[in-house]
């Protein structure tokens, strides 16, 4: 996969350099390429941004060097894909923002399955909405949102998505298991885990987990990300297709939202021993 990311902070995308996903580039699975937004003015000052038209706090970031910008994202881009996509390969824009689309693990699904994406991190209170319209004319563009919060700029956001596209994609993670056990891949939360030693400041791992009944263990883990979803996360747990639960989930289900708990910060209840 081929990543662009434009910025105005390129050393905020060095930690894309570690751990896994530095492997996965340097194994060219992953071909990540930041570009300073700076490099596309030609005034001595390097202004990315003016003030609003219509007023109002802030600054906007101008639209010139955004459009030569991506204009050079479509140059390296496509000379760096040339063979594996076409002449006329095009990337998929994404543009963090807290007015975009909820970014979902659904989403990070269907973007792993891209060949090219790219990243335009905006600042202060915003980009010039023309860049969007014009990259629109020829490109898919999407604003994609973290959550209901505000951060300062996108390159937290680009950390974020890069790493849950990223990890998707094949060979990046060794286990794939890893990757179909976890929280929000069928709507359910990730049960608790432990390891050793059995007991820790008085607390006990569950006896279950001990007992070597694999059934037994499948059972309580089921269980306990049934419980762990509708404490933490009534709106998941709304949202779960009946026909995706068997009996004793409903049962589950039933109980915690009859018992919900007196606070959301609480400890989940102490786990029952089998
Ligand atoms: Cl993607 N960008 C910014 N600037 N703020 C956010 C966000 C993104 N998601 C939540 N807050």
């Given at each position: 996969?081929?990543?662009?990311?434009?910025?105005?902070?390129?050393?905020?995308?060095?930690?894309?350099?570690?751990?896994?996903?530095?492997?996965?580039?340097?194994?060219?699975?992953?071909?990540?390429?930041?570009?300073?937004?700076?490099?596309?003015?030609?005034?001595?000052?390097?202004?990315?941004?003016?003030?609003?038209?219509?007023?109002?706090?802030?600054?906007?970031?101008?639209?010139?060097?955004?459009?030569?910008?991506?204009?050079?994202?479509?140059?390296?881009?496509?000379?760096?894909l040339a063979g594996v996509s076409g002449e006329d390969a095009t990337p998929h824009l994404l543009v963090p923002s807290p007015s975009g689309v909820p970014f979902t693990q659904q989403l990070a699904r269907e973007l792993a399955a891209e060949p090219w994406l790219a990243f335009a991190c905006g600042r202060y209170e915003g980009i010039d909405e023309r860049v969007l319209d014009d990259a629109a004319q020829r490109w898919r563009v999407t604003p994609v949102s973290l959550g209901d919060y505000v951060l300062n700029g996108g390159e937290v956001a680009v950390l974020a998505?890069?790493?849950?596209?990223?990890?998707?994609?094949?060979?990046?993670?060794?286990?794939?298991?890893?990757?179909?056990?976890?929280?929000?891949?069928?709507?359910?939360?990730?049960?608790?885990?432990?390891?050793?030693?059995?007991?820790?400041?008085?607390?006990?791992?569950?006896?279950?987990?001990?007992?070597?009944?694999?059934?037994?263990?499948?059972?309580?883990?089921?269980?306990?990300?049934?419980?762990?979803?509708?404490?933490?996360?009534?709106?998941?747990?709304?949202?779960?297709?009946?026909?995706?639960?068997?009996?004793?989930?409903?049962?589950?289900?039933?109980?915690?939202?009859?018992?919900?708990?007196?606070?959301?910060?609480?400890?989940?209840?102490?786990?029952?021993?089998?």
């Open positions: 996969m081929r990543i662009d990311v434009v910025t105005i902070f390129p050393e905020y995308l060095d930690a894309l350099r570690l751990s896994l996903i530095g492997r996965a580039r340097e194994q060219e699975l992953l071909d990540l390429q930041v570009h300073d937004l700076r490099d596309f003015t030609h005034d001595r000052h390097r202004t990315v941004d003016d003030t609003p038209y219509g007023g109002g706090p802030g600054m906007v970031m101008r639209p010139e060097p955004w459009g030569e910008a991506l204009d050079h994202v479509q140059a390296a881009g496509r000379t760096a998505v890069v790493e849950a596209v990223a990890r998707l994609l094949p060979g990046v993670i060794g286990n794939a298991q890893s990757l179909v056990e976890e929280s929000h891949e069928d709507g359910l939360l990730e049960y608790p885990v432990y390891t050793k030693p059995a007991s820790w400041r008085g607390l006990d791992v569950p006896a279950v987990l001990l007992s070597g009944h694999h059934g037994a263990i499948a059972r309580w883990r089921r269980d306990e990300r049934v419980r762990r979803t509708a404490r933490r996360r009534p709106d998941l747990a709304a949202a779960l297709d009946d026909a995706a639960l068997d009996d004793a989930d409903r049962r589950v289900l039933a109980d915690q939202q009859a018992d919900p708990g007196s606070a959301r910060f609480l400890p989940e209840p102490p786990a029952v021993a089998d």
